[in-house]
T-cell receptor, first 115, second 114 residues
């Protein structure tokens, strides 16, 4: 992903509302995608993943949508809570074997939850 | 508890000094990774290892070195050749180095220059 420097895109939502975080990925050959949550001073925490043969996957309070036509990934968080405040990263893995190890990270979106 | 442990949490380096960051995992994962994160940015891959006694350069390996003598350990040395070492360093592991494998992260080491 391309760097956006110090100014992360920020999404501000009211507690209890639903949040939608978007990600445009770069490689049309990518076949596996992951969403991570990173709180301040901590490492990224795995939230949910999806393979390219799916267009939707649901977890607990989270849903990931994949649109391969426009290379777009989104994370929906239902009933957003203060503990959801963090930076969210999408990551993709290309299909080719010689890069199959590599996770390519987006630059992140900061989610702020207003009480 | 199974997980990835990075130490120290904070580290300071003097000019011309090499420093080593520790990463240990008890998840029995084959693959391990080192990333660098700069403020407000995503993660960039420094080195990775898919199996013991083997490792490969990532996108920004210059000024860094690693070893993988044991499955559970993947230390990263930041050498004096790395001219801009101030960053948050993250270690990760995955069950194998293949595709469709989520990587799980430690809580990082923040390195600063004295």
């Amino acid at each position: 992903g391309e760097s956006v420097g110090l100014h992360l895109p920020t999404l501000s939502v009211q507690e209890g509302d639903n949040s939608i975080i978007n990600c445009a990925y770069s490689n049309s050959a990518s076949d596996y995608f992951i969403w991570y949550k990173q709180e301040s001073g901590k490492g990224p925490q795995f939230i949910i993943d999806i393979r390219s043969n799916m267009d939707k996957r649901q977890g607990q309070r989270v849903t990931v949508l994949l649109n391969k036509t426009v290379k777009h990934l989104s994370l929906q968080i239902a009933a957003t809570q203060p503990g959801d405040s963090a930076v969210y990263f999408c990551a993709e893995t290309p299909e080719r074997m010689d890069s199959s190890y590599k996770l390519i990270f987006g630059s992140g979106t900061r989610l702020l939850v207003r009480p | 508890d199974g997980g990835i442990t990075q130490s120290p949490k904070y580290l300071f380096r003097k000019e011309g000094q090499n420093v080593t960051l520790s990463c240990e995992q008890n998840l029995n994962h084959d693959a391990m990774y080192w990333y660098r994160q700069d403020p407000g940015q995503g993660l960039r891959l420094i080195y990775y290892s898919q199996i013991v006694n083997d490792f490969q350069k990532g996108d920004i390996a210059e000024g860094y070195s690693v070893s993988r003598e044991k499955k559970e350990s993947f230390p990263l040395t930041v050498t004096s050749a790395q001219k801009n070492p101030t960053a948050f360093y993250l270690c990760a592991s995955s069950r194998t180095g293949g595709n469709n494998q989520p990587q799980h992260f430690g809580d990082g080491t923040r390195l600063s220059i004295l």
